[in-house]
């Protein structure tokens, strides 16, 4: 008979791995679907406190975004369609539907299976990455073409590299209690897996390894450790940016970071120069912050409202279409300025500081791992409040959503009631 356990899991992980080969509006069919669900068979859906929270957050940004769709203060003047409106609703609505879906499940999941998961999917995707770049791709690192231009990143993989990282260098207290995770099950998934990471050159994937390194090796505490450890990072990044480089290489594209996100003279000069792309980010977010303070104080406060758009000030072309109104940023936190104001940004940041930091080890059940399961999620959170400021954060349709996913999964796991097992003392529920 197949347990609840097992059935959850198996889920959890189809939803990680079909989200690589359906389009975008399938697999917001299916998680529309899943969330309907476990609606309808989950009776403790209402009373979880945590869970309740974190709807409460994300639900009050949307109601804000639709307060000026309906007064319409703005003072740029365009028209608004029902499409628009649907759009931005769902836009919004959808990391609540993944927190909630990967929350459930993962309360029937024990912790440690979560981990096998990271592992059966870190494992596929790295396989399907390989397969694409022996198809289409090239392994020259030093002129640029990766397999980022292919299919962008995998950020479970980023996790899976951080995990064996972890278990292979921390101390003892670091290391998660797994009877797979040996040390030459760990040499091999490095082996296989540590190409396919470096081949992305993805500054996003180094951000999430960071962040959950950062939480893992403990590098918060003020000790010789860590200080070490943080030093030659800093150094190391720091090099990175005073290099000589040239446009096209991996080098340049992190010294770009700064101005891509519109801070830096550098920024200044290329809107100059009229040289945007290199700089699109940034100037997606200089013009939807201008726009937004072109306009009265009720906007500022609750911003442009649902269905929204940000005015480029001429036509630009993309994806083979010219726009001069775009709905959608890269800058999450501008993103969510720029809908629904500072209010709606206060209660972003308070988001992404409670996924961050607001989870408390003492708060959970004695389950195995309890430890470094918490700061696997203090990690995934922290890497959701960096990445935010370039590619949308929890509001990103791609690989993001796998992660806000797995963010909940784990959650919820923190909470399962049994049975399971703390040394040799087996809890039946």
Known sequence: MLSLNKLSIYVITFLLIVETFLKSELYSVLIYFSIIGIIAINKSFYTDKLQKTLIGILSSIILISFGNYYFDF???????SITDLVRDLWFFSRPIFLLII?????????????????????????????????QFGSLDLFEGRKS???SGSSLIEALLFSIIIQNLFGEKKEKFESDYLNKWSLIILLLFITPSVVLYLSRTMFIVIFA??????????????????????ILLVGSLFIMESSEGIFI???QRSVSEVGIGSDF??????????????GYEAFRAVSQLFENNMFVWFFGEGAGSKVDLKFYQKLGGQEFRFIPQLHNGYVMVLFKSGIVGLLLYLYLMFKLTFGVDERSFL???????????????????????????GIYNKGEVGRVVLLYGAILGSLTYQGPYVIGLLKIEQ
């Open 212 to 233: 959950f390194l950062f939480f893992g090796f403990e590098l918060y505490k003020i000790n010789r450790r860590s200080i070490v450890i943080s030093s030659a990072i």
């Open 252 to 254: 340049n594209k992190i």
């Open 102 to 134: 990967g929350y459930n499940l993962g309360k029937k999941a024990r912790p440690e299976e979560l981990v096998k998961v990271i592992i059966i999917v870190g494992i596929i995707s790295a396989t399907l990455h390989y397969i694409e770049l022996i």
């Open 74 to 80: 703005r003072v740029v003047d365009y028209n608004i």
């Open 148 to 150: 980022s231009e292919l």
């Open 366 to 392: 004695p389950v195995r791992n309890r430890k470094h399961m918490v700061n696997l999620v203090r990690g995934i959170g922290l890497s959701l409040f960096i990445i935010s400021i370039v590619i949308s």
């Open 268 to 281: 200044e000069n290329r809107m100059q120069e009229n040289d945007l792309a290199s700089v699109w980010r």
